[in-house]
């Protein structure tokens, strides 16, 4: 519960806590998170969250907030601490009109963080489900990266908590040009795509 103790106790924000919260994925990844209990509402002092973020920056290049609820005192620090916002959602009209919404909320921000929404196509594409299209069309912005549907190479991913493949996965290779498009680094990952040759004709001798 590193993420919380951080949060509850801004005062004690120096190096040394803040290296014990972590738990380290690589030598380059951190992992900042709590477990929070399901009757216990999250209380937290105004400006604890943006103190947190303040001085994290000073430690890493990229912060990445994962954040699972749309709106509050929460969300708007982040927002406010934020040079990017990606807001993710799916092909469903539900989906759409939340993510127009969010990206007109963002756009409020004074700190005009870029903006661009993640389309995580996790369900089997059916008739009936929002088009592409549509939904870009919907949103009135060109900033749209989608995430193609691959099941079987995720599950295999989550369940055994590896990283999916960013060179047999289409979906691996969407993330990897996702995190290009931040970093600003031009090489795209592309997915391994097997030939198909027709066999050669031998010409037959006598």
């Given at each position: 519960?590193?993420?919380?103790?951080?949060?509850?106790?801004?005062?004690?924000?120096?190096?040394?806590?803040?290296?014990?919260?972590?738990?380290?994925?690589?030598?380059?990844l951190f992992v900042l998170a709590s477990?929070?209990?399901?009757?216990?509402?999250?209380?937290?002092?105004?400006?604890?969250?943006?103190?947190?973020?303040?001085?994290?920056?000073?430690?890493?290049?990229?912060?990445?907030?994962?954040?699972?609820?749309?709106?509050?005192?929460?969300?708007?620090?982040?927002?406010?601490?934020?040079?990017?916002?990606?807001?993710?959602?799916?092909?469903?009209?539900?989906?759409?009109?939340?993510?127009?919404?969010?990206?007109?909320?963002?756009?409020?921000?004074?700190?005009?963080?870029?903006?661009?929404?993640?389309?995580?196509?996790?369900?089997?594409?059916?008739?009936?489900?929002?088009?592409?299209?549509?939904?870009?069309?919907?949103?009135?912005?060109?900033?749209?990266?989608?995430?193609?549907?691959?099941?079987?190479?995720?599950?295999?991913?989550?369940?055994?908590?590896?990283?999916?493949?960013?060179?047999?996965?289409?979906?691996?290779?969407?993330?990897?040009?996702?995190?290009?498009?931040?970093?600003?680094?031009?090489?795209?990952?592309?997915?391994?795509?097997?030939?198909?040759?027709?066999?050669?004709?031998?010409?037959?001798?006598?």
């Amino acid at each position: 519960n590193g993420l919380v103790e951080l949060l509850q106790n801004p005062h004690r924000l120096d190096q040394q806590l803040i290296n014990q919260a972590f738990v380290a994925q690589s030598d380059r990844l951190f992992v900042l998170a709590s477990e929070l209990p399901y009757n216990n509402d999250l209380s937290l002092r105004p400006g604890a969250f943006s103190e947190l973020i303040a001085a994290l920056k000073r430690q890493f290049h990229y912060i990445v907030i994962d954040l699972h609820q749309r709106g509050g005192a929460l969300v708007d620090e982040a927002f406010d601490a934020s040079a990017m916002i990606h807001i993710v959602a799916d092909l469903s009209v539900h989906s759409t009109r939340e993510a127009a919404r969010l990206c007109q909320f963002a756009e409020t921000r004074d700190a005009s963080p870029a903006l661009t929404v993640l389309v995580n196509e996790c369900r089997q594409p059916v008739p009936g489900r929002v088009n592409a299209k549509d939904f870009t069309d919907a949103l009135a912005r060109g900033s749209v990266h989608s995430l193609p549907y691959e099941p079987q190479a995720l599950a295999l991913s989550e369940n055994l908590g590896e990283a999916v493949s960013t060179q047999r996965s289409a979906f691996g290779a969407a993330i990897v040009s996702l995190a290009n498009s931040i970093t600003g680094n031009q090489v795209a990952a592309e997915p391994e795509r097997a030939e198909h040759r027709r066999p050669r004709r031998e010409a037959a001798r006598e």
